[in-house]
């Protein structure tokens, strides 16, 4: 799931860093259900995830993904149901190609592309769910903090 | 005959044989260069074909407020005639009435532009050359490929020099939405300049991700000379790849992200079964 | 537009559940500031409430819009959402949180983390109903007539079952007799009576129910309108009728693949299809001596990788026909896998085991070849079970095919606007909606959708039928609850005119083609036929500008959302 370089002693203050937030769409008819089957089983998951709930994977748009990165958010995920299986006749085959897509353009400007997250299916059981969930903050933590991305316009420009 | 004796002639008999009411192409006058609607014959003397200008987003204007039978001729290079085959199908030209005139881009043109394709579907002026490999660019590639992190550097400080001008909106060809979302402070933030790295580029990127014809509009109309073309780059090899689809070159298919994967005739891309979508976890 | 009514906020203590966690008194104070609240109130526990009550504060509170925080929407939340549209207020004007299964119980140890999440969802959930409006609905009058399409087993049954209910018919077949594929068989499989017989008595309320009219030799001309009013022209025998009708049930069928160059079929004689077989049946007994059936074929292949689940009852039932007519007859079935799922197929199974008719397995990539010159003789297989090649005499081979999707129905796909899948058999509403297709008012049965013995096809033609009764029943048909879950659509999308730029991205995106582009003024705007929308929101993520939209959540709240989401 997207590259991983390490850094080095750069941008990556372990100490004082604040552990990163996430968004979660989560469409009704499986990941919303794996939440709700989480919280039933008690399952503890990190704070700093919110959820917004949509009726298919495919309703998210691109732009509500890059509008929460620009806001600091450090992970988004996008939560459908498997192919074959989408409630509205396969709407998340649209979702699925598209985000596919973002995560090019998110490549190509240095924003890792393992910060979108998209799963398909693999949401609907609770286990499934808080693994997920567990994986990606894991996988968030291993990146530098996405504010360098801006902060990055204030270090030396690179001769281009 | 030069190419510029070729692109007089057919504009002249354009109109001399009536296949159209006007040229649209570029002239020379006051000495500078304009866009220009040659509707006689006698006009021709002053057209020219240099530098690359971007006629689709003109010709989508004028033909509104042009009689219903009229007929325009475009003089079009490969990224002109893209642009208008993109504005077809999403509506906002009426394909019959529009006529192009096909002209290929010289290698150095093709190389200023990183062109894949500087030729036009059918070619009545010059001689076509072969495109030019982005991704064998130098100067492009440390904007596409290698350190993550310096590429992310390297991106930060082109686009901290945004003054938010909309140049690069204005200018495509393809961009016609009024509202415009980049407007929207709820999604770009307004009354900050530069522009907000993320949200106002990367939008703007993705809205195109699919419709980009990749000519340069955008980037040459920028002031601060921000490489923009390079953030739609692997996109488009992306849907090349995977779908066999390059934005303007067909006057029916639509983008293969509209369509369901079972339908989409795509090379190298297999309808997966329900299983393959659950990954390593199965 | 953003609404500037202000909502009471209904705090769930959930007996401790939520409030041991969560400090819900300095959200109340903090929520009493908040500029969209009117007032706040912290409740025990608001299921065991009596609805009426809440439904009472709600409506006292001065707006009638309430924000709930409470638990998840799967366990209590959803109905009590239900419970006060049912007393009357606008579900636009409600807003749930789920502040237990989603906060409360996953952060047990962190009361303050929790509370500061809780404050943030309920900001949330405060920007979602500020801006959230309800749909509209549209209505349409529904014709108490349904046309049937196809007359073998399923539509045969469908029409019966309606006309049964008072419904009118309109059972129309393209054939001159109605019966489909049982009209080419000798026996049905698995019970082994005559076609005729298990047709009887549908044939019977065809026959004497006079709601119910037969067009036979029919074609269908063109087909316009909408779920509850279709309009579609018949040809019947030079005649042309105008059919109105409610719902459409589609009942067309399938084909019998015809095993074209395999097995050296049409190449030696006694080589037969499947279908061959049965019109030997039905003349009479047959003189083979030696038959071999092979199964799979042209099936679990590269090519048609499914099991078409009928052709080895099928075979059992043919070979124990064989055997009937002639007792001495040898009869061996060469399978890959012998499936009978069930316990009425498991004990034929059984039967015809103890019948002595034999069986084979091989592999796919060892088939069976047959041997003769002018006329078949031999069969020689690879008995995957005990791994010795075998030589059977044979004076009959009986390839055993799937059944294809009908190639003939594409103009009636088109003009219904069905979708096909790669098979070409005609698409459902994804999971557990066996007989609806993806177009509303238009149900499936039988064949038409996946190959089924004549029993499955009957009862899934009543099925289509009690669907189509629901629907035709009563006096209109709202939009909104053409839902195909329980409950109404989560909304129908709207389109911004002016906005619009008739790009046509939602008509191609749509897997309902519900938008359609329109034009208007010179320019193209798009249109959405609520009775198709289903309120997925998949064409607001790809309109360029946000001309089209779901009240219920549009693109602005997700942003507004955004923005509240860490305080």
């Known amino acids: ?160 | 005959m030069t190419i510029l004796e070729q692109a007089r002639q057919i504009a002249r008999q354009s109109l001399e044989q009536g296949r159209a009411q006007g040229v649209l192409g570029l002239r020379e006058a006051e000495g500078g260069v304009s866009p220009h609607l040659f509707e006689d014959p006698s006009d021709i003397d002053s057209l020219v074909v240099e530098p690359k200008w971007l006629l689709a987003k003109l010709a989508t204007g004028i033909l509104k407020g042009l009689p219903a039978d009229y007929r325009l001729a475009v003089l079009c290079r490969g990224c002109d005639e893209r642009a208008i085959v993109e504005l077809i199908k999403r509506n906002q030209i009426d394909g019959e009435k529009i006529h192009v005139i096909g002209l290929a881009c010289t290698k150095e043109q093709a190389r200023a532009c990183l062109c894949t394709r500087p030729y036009p579907s059918e070619v009545a002026v010059g001689d076509v050359v072969e495109g030019v490999d982005p991704f064998q660019d130098e100067r492009a590639r440390t904007f596409l490929e290698g350190d993550q992190r310096e590429r992310m550097i390297r991106w930060a400080t082109e686009l901290r020099r945004c003054v938010k001008c909309y140049g690069c909106r204005n200018s495509c060809p393809i961009c016609v939405c009024v509202p415009c979302k980049l407007e929207d402070d709820l999604w770009v933030g307004r009354g900050e300049i530069p522009a907000d790295l993320i949200s106002f580029h990367l939008i703007r990127a993705f809205h195109l991700c699919d419709t980009c014809v990749a000519c340069g509009a955008c980037q040459d109309a920028c002031p601060e000379n921000i490489p923009l073309m390079l953030l739609q780059i692997s996109m488009r090899a992306s849907l090349v790849e995977k779908y066999g689809y390059e934005a303007g070159t067909d006057r029916e298919r639509r983008s293969p992200l509209l369509s369901d994967l079972t339908k989409e005739p795509s090379p190298g891309c297999e309808v997966p079964g329900w299983m393959d979508s659950l990954g390593d976890s199965a | 537009m953003a609404s500037k009514r202000k909502a009471i906020c209904i705090l769930c203590r959930c007996y401790g559940e939520i409030s041991d966690v969560i400090d819900l008194d300095s959200l109340k104070d903090m929520l009493t500031d908040h500029p969209s609240v009117s007032s706040v109130e912290i409740l025990d526990c608001l299921c065991l409430e009596a609805v009426e009550g809440l439904s009472e504060k709600i409506r006292q509170s001065g707006t009638g819009k309430a924000l709930i925080a409470a638990c998840s929407p799967i366990a209590r939340g959803d109905s009590i959402l239900r419970g006060l549209e049912q007393r009357g207020l606008n579900p636009a004007d409600l807003e749930l949180v789920d502040i237990r299964e989603g906060c409360a119980w996953i952060h047990k140890d962190y009361s303050k983390g929790a509370t500061g999440k809780a404050w943030d969802l309920i900001n949330m959930g405060l920007a979602s109903l500020v801006r959230r409006e309800g749909s509209e609905d549209a209505t349409t009058l529904v014709r108490h007539e349904v046309m049937v399409v196809g007359a073998g087993p399923a539509g045969l049954a469908a029409a019966a079952s309606l006309g049964q209910l008072g419904i009118k018919v309109h059972l129309v077949e393209r054939s001159k007799r109605p019966g489909g594929m049982l009209n080419l068989i000798s026996r049905v499989a698995p019970d082994e009576t005559s076609p005729g017989e298990k047709l009887a008595p549908y044939l019977k309320e065809v026959e004497e129910n006079a709601g119910i009219t037969y067009y036979p030799l029919a074609r269908i001309a063109s087909a316009e309108g909408t779920v509850g009013n279709f309009a579609i022209r018949l040809q019947v025998d030079g005649t042309e009728h105008m059919i109105h009708a409610g719902a459409v049930i589609i009942a067309t069928g399938a084909q019998a693949l015809l095993p074209q160059g395999l097995y050296r079929y049409k190449e030696l004689e006694g080589v037969l299809s499947a279908i061959e077989l049965e019109r030997h049946l039905k003349a009479g007994p047959v003189k083979a001596r030696r038959i071999v059936f092979i199964q799979c074929v042209a099936a679990r292949d590269q090519a048609r990788p499914y099991c078409a689940a009928i052709c080895c009852p099928v075979s059992l039932k043919n070979a124990m026909g064989l055997r009937k007519g002639n007792p001495e007859a040898e009869v061996y079935i060469l399978h890959r896998d012998i499936i009978c799922p069930g316990s009425t197929l498991e004990q034929y199974y059984r039967r015809t085991m103890a019948e002595g008719i034999r069986f084979i397995r091989f592999e796919e990539q060892n088939p069976p070849v047959i041997e003769g010159t002018d006329h078949v003789q031999a069969v020689r297989v690879y008995d995957a079970a005990t791994g010795i090649m075998r030589e059977l005499d044979a004076d009959m081979v009986v390839l055993s095919t799937p059944l294809s999707a009908r190639r003939d129905t594409h103009g009636l796909a088109r003009m219904l606007g069905l979708t096909r899948d790669h098979l070409g058999f005609f698409e459902v509403q994804p999971l557990m909606h066996p007989v609806e297709t993806t177009v509303p008012g238009i149900f499936i049965c039988g064949s038409a959708r996946w190959p089924v013995l004549a029993g499955r096809a009957i009862t899934q033609g009543e099925a289509a039928a009690m669907k189509a009764f629901c629907l035709v029943s009563g006096q209109e048909i709202a939009a909104l609850g053409l839902s195909q879950f329980r409950g109404e659509k989560f909304a129908i999308a709207r389109v911004d005119r002016e906005a619009c730029t008739g790009c046509g991205n939602c008509v191609h995106i749509c897997p309902y083609e519900a938008c359609t582009l329109e034009p208007v003024n010179g320019a193209s705007k798009s249109r959405v036929d609520p009775m198709h929308c289903t309120g997925c929101g998949t064409c607001v993520a790809v309109c360029p500008n946000g001309s089209i939209q779901l009240p219920e959540q549009d693109a602005q709240v997700i942003g507004e959302m955004l923005m509240q989401s860490f305080s």
């Open chain 1, 1 to 160: 799931m997207g590259n991983r370089i390490s850094h080095g002693v750069e941008g990556h203050r372990q100490g004082e860093r604040r552990a990163p937030k996430v968004i979660v769409f989560a469409c009704r008819w499986c990941a919303l259900i794996g939440a709700d089957g989480a919280g039933k089983k008690r399952v503890q998951l990190p704070l700093d995830f919110r959820v917004i709930p949509v009726e298919c994977a495919a309703r998210v748009e691109p732009d509500s993904i890059i509008r929460a990165f620009s806001y600091g958010i450090e992970g988004v995920g996008v939560l459908g149901c498997h192919l074959g299986g989408c409630r509205y006749h396969n709407a998340n085959h649209r979702a699925i190609k598209r985000l596919d897509l973002l995560k090019k353009l998110l490549a190509t400007v240095g924003i890792d592309s393992g910060r979108l997250l998209t799963s398909f299916g693999t949401g609907h059981e609770y286990h499934q769910f808080a693994g997920i969930l567990k994986d990606f903050f894991q996988e968030l933590r291993g990146l530098p903090p996405l504010d360098e991305w801006a902060r990055a316009a204030t270090i030396d420009a690179i001769k281009v």
